[in-house]
């Protein structure tokens, strides 16, 4: 896998993360250079834009991702 398309400009990993390099390797390995597709923040981002990710979404947390783009559908 090439890697995440939104790593670059992700901000939960230059900006979250820095406090938190050890959960941010591991996180960079499973989610980025992994599975991108089972990232919440991947998930949000590809259905809604990048802007629409909320900055406190880790990529853990799929369930919501899936929340948040059902409560943007019903707008």
Excluded at 9 to 20: E, L, P, S, T, Y
Aim: negative net charge; proline residues 4%; contains cysteine.
């Amino acid at each position: 896998m090439a890697g995440c398309e939104f790593i670059e400009k992700c901000i939960f990993f230059h900006d979250q993360m820095d406090v938190m390099p050890s959960a941010a390797y591991i996180f960079k390995q499973v989610y980025c250079k992994g599975d991108n597709i089972g990232c919440a923040r991947y998930i949000v981002a590809a259905a809604l834009g990048r802007e629409k990710v909320p900055r406190d979404l880790f990529p853990n947390m799929s369930e919501h991702a899936r929340e948040i783009i059902a409560a943007s559908a019903e707008r």
